[in-house]
C-alpha cells in the first residue's frame, strides 16, 4: 500500500477529491491545527438538531467526537489524502448507538440529510 497508494494519494488534483464520512464527528488533539490546519476540513453535526444544514463544529475545541471511532477514520483520511476536502458528518454519538435494521434506516436517514446539506464542498455519494 504505501509503494502505490501513497504517492497516488498524495499528489494534488486539478479538482479537490470530495469526501464526506458520517460517523461519530472528529476531536483533533490540540496541536494538531498545526498539522492539519492548511488541509481542507468542514465539520457540521446532526445530533441536536433538526436544521437540514446541521449545525457547524470546531474539530480542534475537544468536544467534536465521544466515542472517537469518526476522530479514527478521518485521522486517516487526514494523512492519506491530504489534499481532498473532507467533510466530516458527525451523525451519531457512538458505535452502539443503534443495532441491525434500526441502524440501517436510521444511516440511510442521515445519508439524506447530508446529501441535501450545503457543504463548503458538496460530496457526491459513491453508493
Known amino acids: 500500500m504505501e509503494e502505490k497508494v501513497h504517492p497516488f494519494v498524495s499528489q494534488p488534483c486539478p479538482e479537490k477529491i470530495k469526501i464526506a ?8 488533539p490540540k496541536g494538531c491545527d ?13 445530533l441536536t438538531t ?9 474539530p480542534f475545541d475537544g468536544n467534536g ?5 469518526g476522530t ?3 485521522g486517516l483520511l487526514l494523512d492519506l489524502a491530504p489534499h481532498a476536502a473532507i467533510c466530516v458528518a458527525r451523525v451519531f454519538q ?3 448507538e443503534k443495532q441491525g ?8 436517514k442521515r445519508v439524506e440529510q447530508v446529501r ?12
Open 94 to 96: 457512538g458505535r452502539n
Open 50 to 58: 433538526t436544521e437540514p444544514e446541521g449545525v457547524p463544529f470546531n
Open 101 to 108: 435494521k434500526e441502524m440501517a434506516t436510521a444511516t440511510q
Open 65 to 69: 467526537d465521544t466515542d472517537g471511532h
Open 21 to 28: 464520512i458520517l460517523d461519530t464527528g472528529v476531536n483533533l
Open 116 to 127: 441535501k446539506s450545503t457543504f463548503s464542498h458538496p460530496c457526491t455519494p459513491l453508493f
Open 34 to 46: 498545526v498539522v492539519y490546519g492548511d488541509q481542507d476540513i468542514e465539520c457540521r453535526s446532526w
Open 72 to 74: 479514527h477514520a478521518t
